[in-house]
């Protein structure tokens, strides 16, 4: 499984949930530090001892603790050269190889899929396809205005004062329609919009590979979604056991704003309705005007 989505649609919360409710592998924060020895760090991280327990919280999509669930950027890019800006992946062929022979290995010997929640995972759906032929991708559905509105009250928050309107400094995954001259909302609010179209693209190439998870329901009823997600994989014939060792959250806050609510927001809505004007309507979700 890949959790994909734009930044701050709930992908990080989405990819806690599912490491809870599976018996799923996924790269671990001490996996992606040894990025370059994936066995290795499989190895050492069930030394540790215990299975991962969630307290579902993050920082700008950084989970606490060793073995914490990690996007794992330097394990994506190293392996597969699956980078935060979008372009066509150049991985070496023997890397690939050996990646193949370590995943192997690693399901051999403790016989879990493999589950991961890397951002940029939205632009390489085609090449993950290749490389994991039964991959199932859960896309991440948030409101459009609140989860802009989220990424740049994020991106402030982590840049403060290099943050400028030259965009010298960039937030999240960057597809090729943010780049040019524009102002922050735009940026934020293009860069919703064009995800969430390059995902409806591979949707519409391969619509059995993918299954939505909207935010707001999923905050609603996490149970709901691990229940319809669970039905999901035994469909795409990917055998995967549900864990019964933990109790899941009966629901999460979810935050939402209101069109007018400050001269941001006022911004970043009139940007989504001139892309949605322009460009025509998404698989994603957005309360129009």
């Known amino acids: 499984m890949a959790v994909c989505g734009a930044p701050r649609t709930g992908s990080t919360l989405i990819y806690q949930l599912l490491s809870q409710a599976f018996e799923v592998f996924f790269i671990s924060n001490l996996q992606n530090v040894l990025f370059r020895t994936p066995l290795l760090g499989q190895v050492l991280a069930a030394r540790r001892g215990g299975a991962y327990v969630s307290d579902y919280r993050s920082t700008g999509g950084f989970v606490a603790g060793m073995n914490g669930p990690a996007e794992a950027m330097h394990f994506w890019r190293y392996w597969c050269d699956h980078q935060l800006t979008d372009s066509p992946p150049k991985p070496h062929p023997r890397r690939l190889a050996r990646l193949e022979r370590v995943l192997n290995a690693v399901y051999r010997r403790i016989g879990r899929p493999l589950l991961s929640g890397y951002l940029p995972h939205s632009f390489y759906t085609t090449h993950l396809g290749e490389l994991f032929p039964k991959c199932l991708f859960v896309r991440t559905d948030r409101d459009m205005l609140d989860a802009a509105y989220s990424a740049l009250k994020r991106w402030r928050a982590t840049a403060g004062e290099s943050l400028s309107d030259d965009l010298g400094y960039f937030y999240g995954t960057r597809p090729p329609?943010?780049?040019?001259?524009?102002?922050?909302?735009?940026?934020?609010?293009?860069?919703?919009?064009?995800?969430?179209?390059?995902?409806?693209?591979a949707e519409e190439r391969h619509p059995e590979r993918f299954f939505h998870a909207d935010y707001a329901a999923v905050c609603a009823d996490p149970r709901s979604l691990i229940s319809r997600l669970g039905e999901a994989l035994t469909s795409a014939g990917i055998e995967v056991s549900t864990r019964r060792d933990l109790e899941l959250p009966e629901r999460f806050r979810a935050t939402s704003y209101e069109r007018d609510q400050d001269e941001d927001l006022v911004r970043i809505a009139a940007e989504l309705d001139r892309l949605h004007s322009e460009f025509g309507s998404t698989g994603g979700v957005y309360r129009h005007a």
């Open 177 to 201: 329609e943010v780049l040019g001259e524009m102002t922050q909302q735009e940026y934020v609010a293009r860069q919703q919009y064009f995800v969430a179209r390059q995902m409806d693209a």
